[in-house]
């Protein structure tokens, strides 16, 4: 009966330094059991949930610019204050440029027009080609004596920048009077710069009716 007795002492005493050599020890610093066979590969851990990457988002297509038809777009008025200028506020002390010609052009057409007979501000207008010529010699006045015309060319990208600023006065009325093959070769200029926004700011005293053209050579239809 000891002998029996001292075996099963053995066999426990066996058995706890086992379980402290399998378990107790690779708990104690941080590593798992080795429940695997020996000479075998460590399993994998798959994580539970796999992120999902959202797809690349493509560039989206520019809009195509339609092609001028070949007819007149009107340009409207629109509130002094979409442009920060006050009510009221006078023109600017500028002198106009001359007249200019574009040589080389065979015809202009009329890409926008401007018709009016009071002050006011333009809307943006976009002259998509490299140059044009503004027409404003269809102006009438309701006297001789105090008629005033200034129109400021504005960069729309940059509203304090005047582009060019035409004033025609009583003496400008006068001296062109009845002669209105004259005025047209004379009250139009010419700008080099195209591909650009625009926008008028017009001041008008004593005028019935003005009428201004925004022209572009005839080449330019539907370009």
Not at 55 to 64: K, V, W, Y
Not at 188 to 202: C, L, M
Request: glycine residues 6%.
């Amino acid at each position: 009966m000891t002998k029996k007795q001292d075996f099963i002492y053995v066999v426990l005493g066996i058995a706890v330094v086992l379980v402290i050599a399998l378990v107790v020890k690779p708990a104690a610093t941080g590593e798992l059991p080795g429940l695997w066979g020996a000479g075998e590969p460590e399993p994998t851990i798959t994580p539970a949930w796999t992120p999902t990457i959202p797809p690349a988002t493509a560039a989206p297509t520019p809009t195509p610019v339609p092609t001028w038809d070949g007819k007149p777009r009107p340009l409207g008025f629109v509130d002094p204050g979409t442009y920060q200028i006050p009510a009221g506020e006078s023109s600017p002390n500028m002198t106009a440029f001359p007249p200019e010609t574009a040589s080389g052009v065979a015809r202009w057409v009329t890409y926008a027009t401007i018709d009016g007979q009071w002050s006011g501000t333009t809307g943006i207008v976009r002259v998509p080609f490299p140059i044009w010529r503004l027409d404003y010699s269809d102006i009438a006045t309701s006297n001789d004596e105090i008629p005033l015309f200034n129109c400021q060319v504005m960069d729309a990208e940059d509203p304090n920048r005047f582009v060019r600023v035409f004033t025609l006065n009583f003496r400008d009325f006068v001296a062109m009077k009845d002669k209105s093959d004259l005025k047209k070769e004379q009250w139009v200029s010419t700008f080099y710069e195209g591909y650009h926004d625009y926008y008028f700011v017009i001041n008008a005293r004593c005028i019935d009716s003005y009428s201004l053209k925004i022209q572009v050579p005839e080449t330019y239809v539907g370009a």
